[in-house]
C-alpha cells in the first residue's frame, strides 16, 4: 500500500474530530466565553497529545527529531495565527448557526492554495485547482440566502469573522505543514506528533499567561469545568494528530479540500444537536462540496 494515500483517511477522520470538538466548543462558550472556550481547546489537548508522542516513541523505537529554527519559527507562526483564528471561529458562532458558522470559516481551502504556494512552493495540479474551486462555490453558495443572494446571517459581520477566521486556519495549516517538513528526521507520524506538542505548548503557555494578566477569573472557570472540558481536549487533541499527519503526507490545499467534509458533518450537527434545519440552497452547496471532493480525490489519485 502506498503510504502517501494514507493522507486520505487521516483527513476524514480529523474532520470528523473537529466537527465534534467545535460542538463542544460551541457548548462552552456560553459559560466561558469566546477566550474561554478556546483555551480548553489547547490547555485540555496538551495531556493528550503528551500521551500521543510517548506511544509513538515507545512503539517505533524512535528518538525525538532535532531542534532546528525554522521549526520553531513555523512552529511559532503558526500557533500565534490557530489561536486567533479558533476565537475569530467561536466569536462567528455566536452571531450566527453552527453550520453557517463552518461555511463561512471553510472559505479556507482557496487561501491555503495561495499560501501554500507561497510559503511552501506546494504545488497544485489544474484538477486540484478546479477541486478547490467547485467546492469553495458550494461552500459560498450555502451561506447565500433569498432573491438578492446576501449572505446569511446579521448583516456583514459574520462574513467577515468567519472570512478571517479560515484566513488564520489558512496560515496556521501551512505554517504547521512547514513545520512538520523542516523536521530532518523520524517518520511522518514522529514528526508530526511533535510538531502537535510543540504547538500545544506554546499556545497553551500563551493563554495562560494572557488569562492570568487580563482573565483571571476565566482561568479559574475553566480549571473548575474541567469535567466538560476534558473530553472537548481530547477529541481537539485527536483531530489535531490527523491533521498534522495529513500534512506530512501531502500538501495542505489537499488535506484542506477534502477536510470540506466537515461542512457536511456540520450540518448533521445542526440539524440533531441544535435543531437547526437545511435550505433547498445549503442542500445544492453540499452537492457542490462533495463534486470538488470527488475531483481532488481523481486529481491526487493520477
Same mark, same amino acid.
Given at each position: ?187 511522518? *507520524?514522529?514528526?508530526? =506528533?511533535? +510538531?502537535?506538542?510543540?504547538? @500545544?505548548?506554546?499556545?497553551? #503557555?500563551?493563554?495562560? %499567561?494572557? &488569562? !492570568? ?59 440533531? *444537536?441544535?435543531?437547526? =434545519?437545511? +435550505?433547498?440552497?445549503?442542500? @445544492?452547496?453540499?452537492?457542490? #462540496?462533495?463534486?470538488? %471532493?470527488? &475531483? !481532488? ?6
Amino acid at each position: 500500500m502506498d503510504l502517501t494515500l494514507l493522507w486520505i483517511p487521516a483527513t476524514v477522520i480529523a474532520a470528523a474530530a473537529q466537527t465534534a470538538r467545535n460542538t463542544m466548543q460551541h457548548r462552552l462558550t456560553d459559560t466561558l466565553g469566546t477566550i474561554g472556550a478556546t483555551q480548553v481547546r489547547f490547555l485540555y489537548g496538551l495531556p493528550f497529545s503528551l500521551v500521543f508522542l510517548v506511544l509513538v516513541l515507545v512503539v517505533g523505537g524512535e528518538s525525538l527529531p532535532a531542534f532546528n529554527w525554522r521549526f520553531a519559527a513555523f512552529v511559532a507562526a503558526a500557533a500565534v495565527t490557530q489561536i486567533a483564528a479558533t476565537a475569530l471561529m467561536l466569536a462567528t458562532m455566536q452571531l450566527r448557526s453552527f453550520a453557517l458558522s463552518t461555511v463561512y470559516i471553510k472559505t479556507e481551502p482557496l487561501q491555503v492554495a495561495v499560501f501554500g504556494v507561497m510559503v511552501l512552493g506546494d504545488h497544485l495540479s489544474v484538477w486540484g485547482a478546479c477541486a478547490v474551486i467547485v467546492a469553495t462555490t458550494g461552500v459560498v453558495l450555502m451561506s447565500l440566502k433569498g432573491k438578492g443572494a446576501a449572505l446569511a446571517g446579521s448583516g456583514w459581520r459574520p462574513a467577515l469573522l468567519g472570512m478571517a477566521s479560515g484566513a488564520g486556519f489558512a496560515l496556521s495549516s501551512v505554517g504547521f505543514r512547514g513545520a512538520v517538513l523542516a523536521l530532518d528526521s523520524g517518520s511522518f *507520524v514522529l514528526r508530526a =506528533t511533535s +510538531t502537535l506538542v510543540a504547538g @500545544l505548548v506554546l499556545q497553551t #503557555v500563551m493563554l495562560v %499567561v494572557w &488569562l !492570568l494578566i487580563f482573565k483571571r477569573e476565566v482561568l479559574l472557570a475553566i480549571l473548575r469545568s474541567w469535567r466538560s472540558s476534558l473530553l472537548a481536549g481530547c477529541v481537539g487533541a485527536v483531530a489535531s494528530q490527523f491533521w498534522y499527519i495529513a500534512f506530512a503526507l501531502t500538501a495542505t490545499v489537499n488535506v484542506r479540500t477534502l477536510g470540506l467534509l466537515e461542512v457536511l458533518f456540520a450540518q448533521v450537527v445542526s440539524r440533531k *444537536v441544535f435543531a437547526q =434545519t437545511a +435550505t433547498g440552497r445549503e442542500r @445544492l452547496g453540499v452537492g457542490l #462540496v462533495l463534486v470538488g %471532493v470527488i &475531483l !481532488l480525490l481523481v486529481s491526487t489519485s493520477r
